[in-house]
């Protein structure tokens, strides 16, 4: 009767870590997506990279003309310094200093306008992105969608990557919706 008392609660024991270890062998499936690849390579993502880069090299030249009137009033400035009066002196001192502040404010502006339009952008096609990966994960199973660039994943196979299928399932469906007009 002892001896049973002792056995007993080591059977149970072991059945529970025999049915503990069943239960983990149940593997979850798991999926690995890079958003920065999908992002970079889809169609959109290229349009909107273009954009982004257009808006950026329009702001830029802009800057070079700033640069170039304020040089202009700098070489005007060092070649009448012996020939101006002093009242023409400071008006022209009083130009470069409004200039630079105007380039300054501009710059700025400029970088915060690109940085928010780049945000909207990036956040719009991650935003249709997230409804083809769901769409994908229930299809195939997955019980768990890791982004390799958010989520700290240092290696993963190759095998339960499907960048390239959202890729193209997300290209497919924006070849298909009609334009938005603004």
Same mark, same amino acid.
């Given at each position: 009767m002892n001896r049973l008392r002792t056995i007993a609660p080591l059977a149970v024991l072991?059945?529970?870590?025999?049915?503990?270890?069943?239960?983990?062998? /149940?593997?979850?499936?798991?999926?690995?997506?890079?958003?920065?690849e999908a992002f970079e390579k889809?169609?959109? @993502?290229?349009?909107?990279?273009? /954009?982004m880069q257009e808006r950026a090299n329009k702001v830029k030249t802009e800057i070079q003309k700033l640069d170039d009137s304020i040089r202009l009033l700098e070489n005007?400035?060092?070649t009448g310094r012996l020939t101006m009066t002093n009242e023409a002196l400071i008006g022209i001192q009083?130009?470069?200093?409004?200039?630079?502040t105007e380039r300054k404010r501009y710059e700025e502006d400029q970088a915060r306008e690109v940085q928010q339009y780049g945000n909207s952008l990036v956040n719009k096609i +991650?935003?249709?992105?997230? @409804?083809?990966?769901?769409?994908l994960a229930k299809e195939q199973g997955y019980d768990l969608v890791l982004d390799a660039m958010a989520s700290g994943v240092v290696t993963s196979?190759?095998?339960?990557?499907?960048?390239?299928?959202?890729? +193209? +399932?997300?290209?497919?469906?924006?070849?298909?919706?009609?334009?938005v007009k603004k």
């Open positions: 072991f059945l529970l870590a025999v049915a503990a270890a069943g239960y983990a062998q /149940q593997a979850s499936k798991i999926a690995v997506i890079n958003s920065s889809s169609a959109e @993502g290229k349009k909107a990279l273009a /954009q005007r400035l060092t009083s130009d470069i200093e409004k200039k630079t +991650r935003s249709e992105m997230i @409804g083809i990966i769901e769409a196979s190759p095998t339960i990557d499907i960048t390239a299928e959202v890729i +193209r +399932r997300y290209d497919q469906a924006k070849a298909v919706a009609p334009p």
